[in-house]
C-alpha cells in the first residue's frame, strides 16, 4: 500500500496504480457474471451499431434505476479503443481537474488499463490538470461506467478525469485544449461524460427544471448549460464535467446534440414526489 494525497491506493507488482472497485454489489452487481448479464441486457441494440458521437453523457445511478437509460444511449455507438470519461466530484476530496494517470481500474472479475501515454499527454496540455488519485477515491461516478465500457469493448483503456472546478471560463479552456490533444492523437479518443440530472423533487418539476439544462446541451452551449444550471438552481451533479465536455465537443465541430431518453427514479418506484432524473444524450 501506499499513500497518495492522504488516500490509500494500492500498488500492483509493477509498481502502477490500481484503483478497486468501492460501489460494486450496491450501484451494480458485484459478480462479474451478474453485472455482465444485466448490462448486455440494457445494451440490447434496436437497430446497426455505427453510430460515432464525439460525445455521450450517461447516467450513473444505481442500475435498476438508470442503466436502460445508459444502455440505450450506448446500445447503438462504436466506442474507440479509448475512451475519456468526465465525471463529477461528490467527496470533495482531491484536485479541481485530478487526471488518474495511469494502472488500471477494477470492477469485479476484470481490469480496465488506463491509456498512460495519453493521460500524460492531457496533463502536459493544460496547468489546470492535475495528477490525483483522492479525488477519485471514493467516488462512484465513473467506476458505474466501467461496465457498459467493457461490454461494448473489453480492449478499451480509460482515461478518467473527476471535475470540480467552478469557473466557467476554466472548464471551457480546458475542455477546448482537452481537444485539440485528443484530435491530434494517433488513435480515435470517445468522450463519455457522467451525470445525473435533477436530484429530491417531484418528477413534475424535475422534468421542468431538466428541459432548460437539455435545451442548452442541444443548443451546444457550455457557457449558457453552465449559467441555466446555476441560474435555476438545477441539481444537476455534473453539470462541471458536461461544460467541460461540451466545450471539447464544439471545438471538435460538434453540429447538433440529441436527448436519446429521460427517465426517473419514480418510473421504478412508483414514488413522483421526490425523484432523481436521468438523461441520456449524444453529440455528434
Known amino acids: 500500500m501506499k499513500i497518495q494525497n492522504q488516500v490509500y491506493v494500492i500498488l500492483d507488482w509493477e509498481g502502477c496504480m490500481k484503483r478497486t472497485p ?12 451478474q453485472w455482465e448479464a444485466d448490462v448486455r441486457q440494457y445494451l440490447a441494440a434496436s437497430g446497426p451499431v455505427d453510430k460515432q458521437p464525439l460525445l455521450s453523457m450517461l447516467p450513473h445511478a444505481g442500475y435498476m434505476f438508470s442503466g436502460h437509460v445508459a444502455g440505450r444511449t450506448l446500445a447503438e455507438v462504436q466506442l474507440a479503443d479509448t475512451v475519456l470519461l468526465l465525471g463529477p466530484n461528490h467527496t470533495g476530496r482531491g484536485e479541481p481537474l485530478a487526471v488518474w494517470p495511469e494502472g488500471s481500474w477494477e470492477i469485479p472479475g476484470v481490469e480496465l488499463p488506463v491509456n498512460q501515454e495519453l493521460a500524460a499527454a ?17 467516488e462512484h461516478s465513473l467506476e458505474v461506467i466501467l461496465p457498459f465500457l467493457w461490454s461494448k469493448n473489453p480492449k478499451v483503456r480509460i482515461v478518467p478525469i473527476c471535475v470540480s472546478a467552478l469557473n466557467s471560463e476554466v472548464l471551457i479552456e480546458v475542455g477546448q485544449t482537452l481537444a485539440r490533444t485528443c484530435a491530434q492523437w494517433s488513435e480515435a479518443v470517445s468522450v463519455i461524460v457522467s451525470s445525473d440530472m435533477s436530484h429530491f423533487i417531484s418528477g413534475r418539476e424535475a422534468k421542468i427544471q431538466d428541459d432548460k439544462a437539455i435545451q442548452a446541451i442541444r443548443d451546444l452551449d457550455p457557457t449558457g448549460l453552465f449559467q441555466t444550471v446555476r441560474t435555476n438552481n438545477i441539481s444537476m451533479c455534473g453539470v462541471l464535467p458536461m461544460t467541460l465536455g461540451l466545450a471539447l465537443a464544439v471545438e471538435r465541430g460538434a453540429s447538433r446534440a440529441e436527448l436519446v431518453q429521460y427517465a426517473t427514479s419514480g418510473d421504478v418506484t412508483g414514488d413522483q414526489q421526490q425523484v432523481v432524473a436521468y438523461a441520456g444524450m449524444r453529440v455528434f
Not at 468501492?22 to 457474471?33: E, H, I
Not at 502536459?124 to 492535475?130: F, G, I, R, T, W
Open 22 to 33: 468501492v460501489v460494486a454489489g450496491r450501484f451494480y452487481p458485484g459478480s462479474q457474471k
Open 122 to 138: 492531457l496533463l502536459e496540455s493544460h496547468a489546470a490538470l492535475s495528477r490525483d488519485f483522492a479525488a477519485h477515491d471514493q
